[in-house]
């Protein structure tokens, strides 16, 4: 409890350590969200009806990638999440990116242009924006995109505000953008959840935990790393968009700009997953170091031990859990999430393995980073070099959130 608790005051303070403006930190605001993940972790770890409650909420994203998945079972077949002809050798060997997850953009876009038209998303923004003014001193659109990212991807969350993103101000802008890189979609968790079912109980509940105290945590991390002095962006702006002429106009217009993510994030994934594999051939040529190739997960696994071990992990087995750390930065979480399923029972204890399971709980990876810059550009191409400047500090800033997130459960257990 004491090392988690000592671990979370220290990746505050290295969140606060690499602010752009550290004479500008409104510690009112650091002090709420870390109370929040207090507060929230002690609530849904002990109260079994909020757990409940919060599965319930991840149902109804889940008939959304439901629905998206009749689309391309339809149009894809068994690529597409349709019958599979063959029996599937491991959990999630018949999943495909492209067709099964990313076309959930396509429906979110149509549906937040929908709900615009209709005029119910800007009045939940509004109501998102009295309640974070009050306490984290954040603007609705803010909020309302970190709490999306509670149950949707890094795209589809900032879609819901899409008409804000032009007037968000920079330090608004990197807290969308560490929101979406601290969590995970609701549409990858089951899967994640499967992974880890076999040596963790009810891992959904802990992966849908995780996503919660991930919100209030992306946005102490962001507003240390870049304080904002602007008003809060949300509550008092109308949409600069074009009017729609009728509901389906709007879900015409909807889907073609979903259109546009779609292409754009398959292009930057297929891109920045070859540059890592490139950069991974070059270090092979070095010499072999104890006996294995030095790659870029290996580097950011050694790396990485010091905060395994800040977020609760005895250090006998901080090089193991860096390792999964490295992994799950340079690669992504899934296979991060499969590798630790597949550890022997001696290479983490289970309270560690618990905690690992929250410290993975995140999308900061280079190929996520790929994915956000094309979705992010794609919807406002007047702020890419913004975008694209920021990029790689989201990377460790989603990485902070999800380990204090860790650190947090590990207080608690």
Known sequence: MLQSLFGLLVLTA????????????????????????????????????????????????????????????????????????????FPGASFVLAFQALPLVLVISALSSLLFYWR???LIVKGAAWALERT?????????????????????????????????????LFVIMTGGMAGVAGTVMVIYANFMAATIPDAIGHILLCSVLTAPAAIVVALLMVPDEAPPTGAELQSPEPPSFSAMDAVTKGTLAGLELFLNIIAMLIVLVALVWLANAILGLLP??????????????????????????????????????GTKTVLNEFIAYLELSRLPPEALSPRSRLIMLYGLCGFANFASLGIMIGGLTAMVPERRPEIVSLGLKTIVSGTLATCMSAAVV????
């Open 14 to 89: 290295l969140a606060w350590a690499m602010s752009e403006r550290r004479s500008r930190v409104h510690w009112r605001a650091v002090g709420v969200g870390l109370g929040l993940q207090l507060a929230l972790a002690a609530l849904f770890l002990n109260v079994p009806v909020l757990q409940a409650g919060l599965a319930s909420l991840n149902r109804a994203v889940n008939g959304l990638s439901e629905a998206t998945r009749a689309g391309t079972g339809f149009v894809f077949g068994y690529l597409g999440g349709g019958p599979l002809p063959f029996q599937e050798s």
């Open 410 to 413: 590990g207080i608690m257990i």
């Open 288 to 325: 072999d170091v104890a006996g294995a190739p030095i790659t870029l997960q290996r580097i950011l696994g050694l790396v990485m031990a010091p905060i395994c071990w800040l977020m609760g992990i005895p250090w006998a087995e901080a090089t193991t859990a860096g390792a999964l750390m």
């Open 136 to 172: 984290m001193g954040v603007g609705g659109a803010v909020g309302l995109s970190t709490a999306a990212n509670i149950f949707v991807g890094m795209v589809e969350a900032p879609v819901f505000i899409r008409p804000y993103l032009k007037q968000v101000s920079r330090s608004e």
């Open 120 to 122: 119910i998303l800007p």
